[in-house]
């Protein structure tokens, strides 16, 4: 048995069994920290050689235990899966790496190892909706790794935590239903919970009022677990309470892979198949991401703590990522795809540099974190870099993704012309809301009487950086995920326009 | 060293003297020589290049390309040689300049004074080197940022306020109007390039050639056409250095320069003024030029006053770039550089009044002149070069445009031209008038001479030039004449 061959299983399995293990370890080591960080670092190899042999080889197909599909559980491998696999495994093992130590000062050290514990199912369960090809085991992992997520946000050191956690919690299980009564639908007129044998299926049913049910229930199900507008309300608060490395993970590809299956089920199952469907998609989905990137810059604008200016800023970004899907070209998705692996990198290094602020300050509060600048110079540095790209800078990942953005609205002729103007307009907006961090910070005196802190710890900051030049150096050369990217949109386009 | 390494160097050259600033920024003597030993660097690269550029040659060098026809890349062509000789030129006077009068007047975070002037003329030789619009645009933007924190640099809540003023006009134009203009372009023709003869052609006309045209007038919000010209009186607030260098040469000039090159190089003159909808610049710039000069009659501070002027002067060169006779298209690149020599010296001169005698306002300089006579002997050659008198500078760009102007029968720019020099006549003269040949109607309070040496010196030097150059325009013209053949 040839285990590069098996990578696909093992990309789930290894976190999957190394879960429990965790559990298991004694809280006063450092030793559930580094095997988490190991098992998180080999899942992050698993991704690296699975890209390299879809760049060279194309979809990988895999049969659990030899039984073929539609009987026995598949997983499908393209790109645009692999693209996903890199940003989760990416920003889990570097949340680790930065995060080790404020998690120590962050959460009970007798907590840390069902902590680890729950991040490594967390893991699991987002690689294993990636790989997925089946719409049910979707379902199981999201289930596996929602419910880890909550631990995980649960744990942070504010008691508003826990409140936030119960919005999340309960957001999230009507999302997984609604999308689970949407899988049941269309199992009952299909009778196949395989995504590829679903799309095959679907052309033969001749009753589709069922199916359109099931199309917008799985539509706002995943909405609801991707926060978009006007399902985001349990975001913010999630990401602002949670441990800051938890922080990190979550921000940088937890919603994402909502929006993957969203996208993925969407162009697969139901596009082909349903005569009309785009359209209602576009018109569905348009407006609300337009709602998003401007009501949540201008939430943010006004947004006095730092994280959940943040994560405001966030509800603006997948309103951005599912712009590019909903206008339904080759433009359109390939600024979605690429703007999930952009938007990972920057939300981690703002995150990153966030938390490296909070566990100085012990504050996220914009007012208190006046002269950050000079106190914390490599921080607040890596923190306006980090910034510019979200703005969309050119030399940054943002202006790579806004460019494909922009240039896919500008095939809709003056639609598209106002779509570009309230996306500009949108860009404004962020570069007010970071602008005021940067003012704060860099040119208004300190608190008074306040102690200046040290700068946070070198491994912190060389991890940051790291992020950081990561921006730029997708920013100058786009090649991987413009060629991943470039890869999939034939494949879920169709042959369509 | 191989051109394209010397390009290299000569865009970063100030960054890094930037980073050494801010590692000498203890020991203020080392922290003065780095600057001072950059900025003759800089000007020895930038000017070397001359011969070369004389000769034919474009040295070219490309970054990185990120997506097809989307790259970071600089090539020199005589435009920017132009701007780019003009701005590392007056870096060394004004460097002399800023030592006399930040320790003149005791200025705090010096160092962040030095550092940000660094990093802005990096972006400016950017500015002047682009080979592309992105590359420009980029240059751009770091220089309204590089900028902030020195219009900023009082740090009270007057001037946070004008430089908050100053870059939201600023950046809201360039990204609200200019980003939009240029992916719009990048749509059309597929490329950003600049190449002579423009890339537009066949790919737009009529009103949407003239709608593209205004995104990019008001886009660039530095050359201060107006409506967007608020941003540089409320520049004022900066120290003076910053207000002479950037706000009358640098920042200014990347505003006129973008302008000229997207005409020259993105357009293509002969195409877009061939079409319809595209004569509005041409009122636009008159009216500019007319109004600002209005309301510099009005002002009561000197530094606003020379402000409006800088205004006014902008729009001649957006003029002459759109006359497009060629003779006029001369006097764009040498009003670039006239009114660089003449309006420096006007603010070296504001600044010098203020370091000795703190002196800011039009009606308290009666009988200045009799204790700052080197200061305003230079000051008058500096407003007789506004005005276009010889045998100052701005005698020669004016005497092309209105060349350009009568060759075309224009008699709109022709009315134009006579009008504001008559306006520049009634704000200058009565200054130079109340200074050398008035009594002082209070005496000071305290009994003050010339400015420090360093500052003195500056705006001698630079009045100089503002002669010279009407003698000695050479180079300029064949740089000129070479831009016209077609590169």
Known sequence: ?497 | MSPQMQLLLAVFLPLLGAVGIALAGRWPNLRESVTLVTAVGLMLLVWSFLPQVLAGERPQLVLAEMLPGLSIAFRIEPLGMIFACLASLLWIVNSVYSIGYMRGNNEKHQTRFYVCFGIALSAAIGVAFAQNLLTLFICYEVLTISTYPLVAHKGDAHSVRQARVYMGILLATSIGLMLPAMIWTYALAGTLEFTPGGILEGHIEGPLLGLLLLLFVFGVGKAAVMPVHRWLPAAMVAPTPVSALLHAVAVVKAGVFTITKLIVYLFGPEFLFSQTGTQWLLYAACFTIIAASVIALRQTNLKRMLAYSTVSQLSYVVMAAVLLTPISQIGTALHILAHGFGKITLFFAAGAIYTASKKTELNQLYGIARRMPWTMAAFTIGALSMIGVPPTAGAVSKWYILGGALGTQNMLVVFTLVASTILNCAYFLPVVYRAWLRDEDVAPKKDHGEAPWPAVLALTTTALLTLGFFFFNGPALELEAQMLAGD
């Open chain 1, 1 to 497: 048995m040839n285990l590069l061959e098996q990578l696909p299983a093992l990309q789930v399995v290894v976190p999957l069994l190394m879960a429990p293990l965790v559990a298991m370890l004694s809280g006063r080591g450092a030793l559930p920290w580094l095997l988490t960080t190991l098992t998180s670092a080999a899942s992050f190899v698993i991704a690296v050689l699975l890209t390299q042999q879809v760049l060279a080889d194309g979809p990988l197909f895999y049969e659990m235990g030899g039984w073929s599909v539609p009987f026995g559980i598949g997983l499908a491998i393209g790109p645009f899966a692999t693209l996903m696999l890199l940003v989760v495994t990416g920003a889990s093992t570097l949340a680790l790496l930065w995060g080790g130590a404020s998690m120590d000062h962050e959460v009970g050290r007798s907590h840390l190892p069902l902590l680890y514990s729950s991040w490594l199912m967390a893991l699991a369960g987002l690689l294993g909706i990636v790989v997925s090809g089946d719409a049910f085991n979707i379902f199981v992992f999201m289930e596996i790794s929602s419910l880890a997520s909550y631990v995980l946000v649960a744990a942070g050191p504010d008691r508003r935590a826990l409140t936030a956690t119960f919005k999340y919690l309960i957001t999230g299980t009507v999302g997984a239903t609604f999308y689970l009564i949407g899988v049941g639908y269309i199992y009952m007129m299909t009778g196949t919970l395989n995504l590829a044998d679903m799309a095959a299926r679907l052309g033969e049913v001749s009753e589709l009022a069922p199916v359109l049910i099931a199309t917008g229930f799985i539509l706002v199900g995943l909405g609801l677990k991707a926060a978009l507008f006007p399902m985001h309300a349990w975001m913010p608060n999630a990401y602002t309470f949670a441990p800051s490395a938890v922080a990190v993970f979550l921000a940088a590809c937890s919603t994402k892979v909502a929006l993957f299956v969203l996208i993925r089920f969407d162009f697969v199952v139901f596009q082909p198949n349903l005569a009309g469907h785009g359209l209602m998609f576009t018109s569905f989905l348009l407006p609300l991401c337009v709602a998003a990137f401007l009501v949540g810059s201008v939430i943010a604008v006004f947004e006095s703590d730092l994280k959940r200016l943040l994560g405001y800023s966030s509800v603006a970004q997948i309103g951005y990522i599912l712009l590019g899907a909903s206008l339904l070209s080759a433009a359109g998705t390939t600024a979605a795809m690429l703007h999930m692996f952009n938007h990972a990198l920057i939300k981690a290094a703002l995150f990153m540099a966030a938390g490296a602020l909070f566990l100085r300050y012990g504050s996220m509060r914009l007012s208190d974190l006046a002269g950050a600048g000079r106190a914390m110079p490599w921080t607040m540095a890596g923190f306006a870099l980090a910034g510019l790209s979200l703005i969309g800078v050119p030399l940054t990942v943002g202006f790579i993704s806004k460019w494909y953005l922009i240039l896919a609205a500008l095939e809709h002729g003056v639609g598209g012309a106002v779509l570009v103007g309230l996306i500009l307009l949108s860009s404004l907006l962020a570069v007010i809301y970071i602008w005021k961090v940067i003012e704060v910070a860099y040119f208004r005196e300190a608190v008074e009487g306040a102690t200046v802190p040290a700068e946070a710890p070198v491994w912190m900051l060389s991890l940051l950086w790291l992020v950081v030049l990561g921006n730029f150096w997708f920013g100058i050369d786009p090649s991987l995920p413009l060629s991943l990217a470039g890869m999939e949109v034939p494949a879920l386009l169709g042959g369509r326009p």
